[in-house]
């Protein structure tokens, strides 16, 4: 159990078989940043279509995942949020 690496975004990519990998930067009260490696989820959300099939749709959003429970939206690309 001591011998666990942190994965690089470019690791993380390799491991997931291409899923898209994303970085989270936080700056600290002191000025300092901290890092996040995660991975490019899509938001979705849930359609009923006439025979009352519930089916799931992307939103075309994208938040990066980093595992701690919580959908960072992306703000690259001036803003708009996408992988």
């Not at 011998?3 to 993380?12: M, Y």
């Not at 490696?37 to 995942?65: I, Q, R, W």
């Amino acid at each position: 159990m001591k011998n666990f690496k942190k994965l690089s975004r470019e690791e993380l990519k390799s491991v997931f078989g291409g899923i898209k990998a994303c970085t989270l930067t936080v700056k600290q009260s002191d000025g300092s940043y901290i890092t996040y490696n995660g991975t490019c989820k899509f938001e979705m959300a849930f359609e009923v279509d006439a025979l009352g099939h519930v089916y799931p749709v992307s939103t075309g959003n994208s938040f990066c995942d980093t595992g701690d429970g919580v959908s960072h939206t992306l703000t690259s690309n001036g803003g708009r949020s996408r992988c």
